[in-house]
């Protein structure tokens, strides 16, 4: 009987002892996945954000050269039109004009002002206030206004684009 009790003890010391090497695993795993998590959200992140920053100040950098560099104004006009919105009637009023290349694209330009003030008016009917609130989004539909206009245009040469007014006002 005393062997057998024995032999009892052992069998649940080993039981304990895996029991507690299992436990330990599991908190080492865990606590591996948290530092895994820490290092994701806490430096790559600013990382991310970083790198964010040195994008948008190369930006301003390439803006200020630009307007160092400053070509041939054209002014397109203002417009009025209405936006997207579903939830009110919301009116966006524009003032665009642009910066050409040279004078011979002034002159396409104003040979073709009526397709030119088409292809504008076009697309900000599909433009919504949440879109346009936003810098990227003003940013985008200056990209958009450039690529219609040179579309449009038989060698391009549209080099910018500049909102000289910007109302977006809700009936």
């Not at 998590?37 to 040195?54: G, N, R, S």
């Not at 003003?138 to 910007?166: H, M, Q």
């Amino acid at each position: 009987m005393a062997e057998e009790a024995k032999e009892q003890e052992q069998e649940e010391s080993k039981g304990g002892k895996k029991k507690l090497i299992i436990i330990i695993l599991l908190l080492i795993i865990i606590l591996g996945a948290g530092g895994g998590a820490a290092y994701k959200f806490l430096v790559l992140d600013k990382q991310e954000e970083e790198a964010k920053k040195e994008k948008k100040a190369e930006k301003i950098v390439e803006e200020i050269k630009n307007v160092e560099e400053l070509g041939i104004q054209f002014d397109v006009g203002t417009f009025i039109v209405n936006l997207q919105d579903k939830d009110a009637d919301r009116y966006l009023k524009i003032s665009i004009v642009l910066e050409v290349q040279d004078d011979k694209i002034k002159m396409e330009l104003e040979k073709r002002l009526p397709q030119i003030k088409d292809a504008i008016t076009t697309l900000l009917f599909t433009k919504t206030s949440k879109e346009l609130k936003t810098a990227e989004g003003i940013e985008e539909l200056k990209e958009e206004i450039i690529k219609r206009i040179n579309a449009i245009l038989p060698i391009g040469g549209v080099k910018n684009v500049y909102f000289t007014d910007f109302v977006i006002q809700t009936a």
